[in-house]
């Protein structure tokens, strides 16, 4: 059938206007490339448009030009015909690839430029983020030397560098932060390469200097504090801006407490006697000398510092014997001891012995090893610990409030077991729990739980069988015989710990206090609260004791850092040692590269006096299983089966931690604590 030639004039119209851009295309997108690809290389030959026959008379029609708009009534090839559209004057087409940076026209700011382009290295312990950081801090300014100029260090270049070659005064090695030189006439290159490696050294510092030389994580997953790392744009900012004071601004990144000012002082004491000139003394071995104790060693300590040969003569007695180890002696040996770091008693000790044959030998010695490995645990709290905050030494078993920067209050702890070690980490306590309920941790109640889906009963051995979707907890009510207590203290937290009262009164009186599965108990608990609670004091909480669960919110966040020192200096000034129970001094000799991998000796704590059992609140009267980290096991019958024997559960510590037994860690404090659900048992983590 023929087509109508109105028909086809309008159809060849219609095509030319579409594919030449002409009037008739109607408002629509310029093709993109792929669309243009598609209509120049058509995967199948399209068809062609039927030919049609001119009207009597006639004119052909001609193909449309570039630049011109086809007539309205020529037949079009929409291949041959389609020219791409030509691009409009205000939108030049995106380039290809991203244009290379500009290169400054300061030479120097070139070199660098082009230093930090590179791959090279500039420290190897210095990240590809902290790198980033730097090269963002140097585009900032233009790629312009931060600490050279005209060929020379500045005053602050000069201040960095004094404070980077004196890092080991904060326990720091030095090895790591080493300073570029610089020669007299400097290329650019040599300009950019010294002035990058200094930076790169101050940042690495202060870093290092806020606990960025091991990963907690690596000597113990359960030491998960939050390190406030700094980036390496601000570290240089910093830096730039305190000028000749730059020193200063970078020995500001050590922490600024008291105790690691404290650990720092002794540092400083043990690595040098005042006199430089000090030579060794070796002595033989013997007893440990006191005041008025007679030994043949004591004319050796009279000529090592410098005092007369033999006492002197007072009105009532003649001159001494030379080998009186008399008082003059004994505050000469004393103002060593203090020197060295060691306790400053005069006692003429093996260690006071061993301390000084090894003067102005180099090297660490095992007592410096356990001072740098306590100040690097220092990094891992925060710079400023606050006025108001509650810190626990684990392996010391004690805990002590500061209010206004000043110590408030201290008291005895329990804290976990080798086995089940309390987690080292800084939180924010929100609120206490009077008459706190306590749910059997998954790790014990995972061995009953088959018997209690079976149980009928809604108690078991003093405690609420909870059933939840399926799931089973046991929950034992508020009480006096209550795991946790009157009172607890919470803190959100990873691991689900937190402090809390115990009615095992009878553990405080124990030297080393590691009895729990990993929170921490106080002693005297009331008092405690008196402390941390502001608005409430101990008798009117007292007062809430048999009343119900109440929740009770501080009226202002109170950091608690739960930390780890085995070596501190103490309120009188002294240096202290304290056992380390979870064993994490020696790896972390290791990883700080401190001689005594395996560790000195472990100090023996000194017997505390027995203590009273405190009066401040009513107690559970006596019972066969006072201490339920050992109660004995309860013979229960569950419907028809055999008669089983279970543990009966009770206080935090109470089962084999899963650790112990080769599985995932230990568990902590309350199932389903921050979440109202709880989760199922053979999968659930608190």
């Not at 979440?675 to 199922?680: I, M, N, Q």
């Amino acid at each position: 059938m023929r087509v109508p030639r109105s028909n086809q004039v309008a159809l060849a119209a219609l095509l030319a206007g579409l594919m030449a851009g002409g009037p008739g295309r109607a408002a629509s997108p310029e093709p993109t490339v792929a669309s243009v690809d598609a209509v120049a290389k058509p995967s199948v030959a399209p068809s062609p448009v039927p030919a049609v026959d001119p009207a009597p008379g006639a004119k052909p029609a001609e193909p449309a030009r570039e630049g011109k708009d086809a007539p309205a009534d020529a037949p079009s090839n929409p291949i041959s015909d389609y020219k791409p559209p030509e691009p409009s004057p205000d939108s030049a087409p995106a380039p290809a690839t991203a244009a290379a940076p500009a290169v400054p026209a300061d030479p120097v700011a070139a070199a660098v430029l082009d230093r930090l382009s590179g791959n090279a290295p500039l420290l190897a312990r210095l990240g590809a983020k902290e790198r980033a950081a730097l090269k963002a801090f140097y585009d900032a300014r233009g790629d312009k030397p931060v600490w050279i100029a005209d060929g020379a260090w500045t005053p602050a270049a000069k201040a960095v560098s004094a404070r980077l070659a004196a890092a080991d005064e904060d326990g720091l090695d030095i090895r790591a932060y080493p300073v570029p030189k610089l020669a007299d006439k400097p290329d650019e290159k040599a300009v950019a390469e010294a002035d990058l490696r200094l930076s790169a050294a101050s940042v690495l510092y202060a870093r290092d200097a806020r606990g960025g030389r091991i990963g907690p994580s690596a000597i113990s997953r359960l030491i998960t504090p939050t390190l406030d790392l700094p980036a390496a744009d601000a570290v240089l900012a910093k830096l730039a801006e305190a000028g000749a004071k730059a020193g200063d601004a970078l020995e500001g990144y050590n922490p600024s407490t008291e105790g690691y000012r404290a650990l720092k002082a002794q540092l400083a004491s043990l690595r040098g006697p005042k006199v430089p000139d000090a030579k060794p003394l070796t002595l033989l071995s013997g007893p440990t000398l006191k005041t008025g104790m007679r030994d043949p060693r004591v004319p050796a300590l009279r000529t090592h510092f410098g005092l007369e040969s033999r006492p002197s003569a007072t009105l009532d007695h003649g001159p001494g014997e030379a080998d009186l180890y008399d008082a003059t002696v004994a505050e000469a040996v004393a103002g060593f001891q203090r020197e060295r770091g060691l306790p400053g008693d005069g006692v003429l000790n093996k260690r006071t012995v061993l301390a000084l044959a090894n003067v102005g030998r180099p090297g660490k010695s095992g007592d410096e090893a356990e001072l740098l490995v306590n100040m690097e645990r220092w990094r891992w709290l925060p710079g400023e610990l606050g006025p108001d905050y509650v810190l626990v030494n684990v392996p010391e078993f004690r805990l002590r409030i500061f209010r206004d920067g000043k110590l408030r209050d201290e008291t005895r702890v329990i804290v976990g077991k080798p086995e089940s070690p309390t987690p080292i980490f800084s939180g924010m306590m929100e609120y206490a729990v009077v008459n706190p309920s306590w749910y059997v941790p998954p790790s014990i109640l995972k061995t009953m739980a088959p018997k209690l889906a079976s149980y009928g009963g809604k108690t078991w051995g003093g405690y609420e069988i909870v059933r939840r979707g399926g799931h089973i907890s046991l929950r034992q009510p508020p009480g006096e015989k209550n795991a946790l207590g009157f009172i607890k203290f919470m803190f959100p937290n990873q691991h689900a710990v937190y402090l809390h009262d115990t009615p095992n009164r009878s553990l405080f009186s124990a030297s080393t206090r590691a009895f729990s599965h990993g929170c921490v108990r106080v002693d005297d608990p009331f008092r405690f609260a008196d402390v941390v609670l502001p608005d409430w004091s101990a008798e009117r909480l007292k007062k809430l004791i048999g009343k119900g669960e109440r929740t009770i919110r501080l009226p202002q966040k109170l950091p608690v850092h739960i930390a780890y020192f085995t070596t501190y200096v103490d309120d009188a000034g002294s240096l202290r040692r304290v056992p380390d129970i979870y064993g994490y001094d020696a790896p972390m000799r290791a990883a700080l590269g401190l001689p005594g991998g395996g560790g000195p000796a472990i100090a023996k704590l000194a017997k505390e006096p027995a203590r009273k059992v405190a009066g401040d609140a009513p107690r559970r009267a006596a019972h066969p299983a006072e201490d339920a980290d050992r109660a004995p096991p309860r013979r229960v019958t569950h419907g028809r089966g055999p008669v089983r024997t279970y543990a009966q559960p009770d206080m935090d510590a109470f089962d084999t931690p899963r650790a112990a037994r080769g599985g995932g860690r230990p568990d902590y404090g309350e199932p389903g604590l921050w979440t109202p659900a709880p989760a199922p048992v053979s999968r659930s983590y608190w």
